[in-house]
């Protein structure tokens, strides 16, 4: 029996729709951009989903054809020459090698919105389909995806099969793909299957989506008890969904891939649905006011380590520029000390490089980007260190890791300290899911009485075990919480809070 030949490409990127700025080939290219051969050099060993099919795709001897990768990190709609490069060299590769695949692997996001589609993965997946059809070409095509992805029916309608990381923060996202990668194996040995879809009304903030609380526990749990007990069951998708795009598909929904009973799996999708809406108290949580934080902080026992400011509206993870003053300049004003925090400001970054560690600066940061994260602060202070902003994650498996690998690349980075704080301030907006990112440029958050996340979940596994409390804070954002403060226009009966 002959070695199975896969075409392989990847296209991933989150879109946030309410974000002035777009994403064009600019950003694509700092996120990554590989061609051909690049597309398994750049891969290899650097954790990722892709790392993980071309290991599994090692063991099984397949032969790689390799298309197109283009990554870029959360933020607005992409433009339309992205669209065009990736269809470009994907449907080429694919031109040429019609007669020689056994199967097509994408890794993709699953919530990429583009000045021309609301739902770029439904359309790739339909001309993939279409141009397999014409040719008379039946061969599995199977994508990983992220457990955030808005699924829509064309997406499951036009795929073999999908299969979506089971954890939140992402410390599974190499394993998933893996994952994937053995049952499109299966697939393209002959096993026949059939998806179904189930959307829901509900749009749950990312603060609602952590996988070890309910209701995404509750769901998950019940999901893995029907794939074990049923052996027709391939696998079951609980998707969070991404709540700041604004299309139809947006939110939670379920799919599975069967070899069994149509019927069967619809039915299982709907117990999993009630599943979701007894456990959902905690889906819709709300940021508590500085103000109400510090006060609790200042009367409640408190062990060794730092509280977590964590800021959801200047979610890195989940878009925002990462340079939103909302919750910082506050925290100032109050007279608190030993702080450490996190701004995205390429332009005081670029600055403060000018000069020489242990100068002295006055300058604005942050806010800077647009109108919804603040107003730039007034800062003065001592350059503490300068750097090229590289590090190697120090948990493989971090949240980070499923979007960039394990080397990740802050572009040019300052340390500004003074008597009440000390600031990184990066040139890539760069989530904080590893504590890599502080330890690399001099810093140690485990001594700080207050240290500000801009995250919602995904810094979990990162700073929980070294904080003595965790806080969410409100602040002004767009990945606010409250979903009923942002202007969408095409969520027509969907729920955006537990009201």
């Known amino acids: 029996m002959k070695n199975k030949t896969v075409l392989m490409a990847g296209l991933f990127h989150e879109t946030h729709s309410f974000l002035h700025h777009k994403t064009g080939l600019k950003e694509f290219r700092e996120g990554g951009i590989s061609i051909g051969p690049d597309v398994i050099s750049n891969n290899i060993g650097n954790g990722s989903p892709a790392a993980g099919f071309l290991d599994y795709a090692d063991t099984q001897k397949w032969s790689i054809i390799p298309a197109i990768q283009m990554m ?38 699953g919530a990429m919105v583009s000045e021309g589609s609301d739902d770029v993965e439904g359309d790739l997946f339909r001309e993939i389909h279409s141009r397999l059809t014409a040719k008379g070409i039946d061969i599995p095509v199977v994508a990983v995806i ?10 499951t309608n036009f795929s073999t099969c999908l299969y979506s990381y089971r954890m939140n923060p992402h410390t599974d996202a ?19 299957s059939t998806q179904h879809h189930l959307g829901t009304p509900y749009v749950i903030p990312p603060t609602g989506l952590a996988t070890a609380s309910d209701p995404m526990k509750a769901v998950l749990a019940r999901a893995r008890a029907i794939e074990l007990q049923d052996p027709d069951m391939l696998c079951i998708n609980v998707m969070g969904g991404y709540s700041y795009a604004d299309i139809v598909d947006c939110g939670f929904s379920l799919n599975c891939c069967t070899s069994g009973a149509a019927s069967a799996a619809q039915g299982y999708l709907d117990e999993l649905l009630l599943v979701f809406e007894a456990n959902m108290s905690g889906a819709y949580p709300k940021e508590a006011a500085l103000e109400m934080v510090l006060k609790r902080i200042d009367t409640e026992p408190r062990g060794p380590g730092p509280i977590l400011l964590v800021e959801p509206a200047d979610n890195i993870g989940g878009g925002t520029p990462g340079d939103g003053t909302g919750l910082l300049s506050p925290l100032l004003d109050s007279g608190r000390k030993n702080i450490i925090a996190i701004l995205n400001d390429p332009k005081a970054a670029s600055q403060c490089h000018t000069l020489k560690v242990d100068d002295q600066v006055s300058l604005l940061i942050g806010a800077k980007l647009d109108n919804h994260h603040g107003a730039p602060i007034k800062f003065d202070g001592t350059i503490c260190h300068l750097s090229n902003g590289q590090f190697d994650l120090e948990n493989e498996n971090s949240h980070l890791a499923s979007m960039v690998g ?23 907006k760069t989530p904080p899911m590893d504590l890599g990112q502080l330890h690399s440029q001099g810093i140690r958050p485990e001594d700080a009485d207050y240290v500000i996340v801009k995250a919602a979940v995904s810094h979990k596994d990162a700073y929980d075990p070294i904080a003595a409390g965790s806080y969410n804070v409100e602040s002004v954002g767009l990945c606010t919480s409250n979903l009923k403060a942002l202007p969408y226009q095409n969520l027509v009966g969907k729920q955006l809070s537990g009201d």
């Not at 933020?75 to 065009?84: A, F, T």
């Not at 992220?146 to 997406?155: E, I, L, T, Y």
């Not at 690349?409 to 890539?428: F, H, K, P, W």
């Open 72 to 109: 870029a990190k959360p933020s607005g709609i992409v433009m339309q020459e992205v669209i065009e490069v990736f269809y470009k060299h994907f449907f080429d590769s694919l031109e040429k090698n019609y007669a020689d695949i056994d199967g097509i692997f994408l890794v993709l996001h």
């Open 146 to 155: 992220d457990f955030h992805a808005n699924v829509s029916k064309d997406m």
């Open 174 to 192: 190499r394993k998933a793909a893996v994952e994937a990668a053995a049952l499109f194996g299966i697939l393209m040995r002959g096993q026949k």
């Open 406 to 428: 394990t080397h990740i690349d802050m572009g040019l980075c300052a340390v500004l300290r003074n008597e009440q704080v000390t600031i990184l301030l990066t040139s890539r």
